[in-house]
């Protein structure tokens, strides 16, 4: 009996939405504001999450904005999930970044203005 060898296809590149917002009150904002990102942010992990679409990793506080992170294998699909979710925080100006596979400088992205 012989071994084969068995080659695996490699795994599709990570596709990412990041969702920046700009908040008031300083370099962290202020805590009714990290209430609010906090309920969007688990309101589009549950949805992302139901979906399959891939999974909200987080967030970030710092220099007078907040950035929250989602990862997938399709950025479009996984923005069309979480855009109601973030178009409900109140927060401007807010921009998303789709980026079509892993940071890199040349990987495909694109602006999106909330």
Do not use: C
């Not at 589009?44 to 987080?58: I, L, Q």
């Not at 990862?71 to 970044?97: C, I, Q, S, T």
Request: glycine content about 10%.
């Amino acid at each position: 009996m012989q071994n084969a060898d068995f080659v695996l296809p490699e795994a599709p590149p990570e596709h990412a939405v990041i969702a920046r917002f700009h908040l008031g009150g300083g370099d962290l904002g202020v805590s009714d504001q990290w209430s609010l990102v906090f309920a969007a942010e688990r309101s589009a992990r549950a949805a992302v999450s139901s979906s399959g679409v891939g999974e909200v990793d987080g967030n970030e506080f710092g220099g007078g904005e907040v950035a929250i992170f989602a990862y997938g294998p399709d950025a479009k699909a996984l923005y069309r999930v979480m855009e109601p979710h973030l178009r409900a925080l109140p927060f401007r100006p807010a921009h998303v970044v789709l980026r079509y596979g892993e940071p890199a400088e040349d990987v495909a992205s694109e602006h999106i203005d909330l």
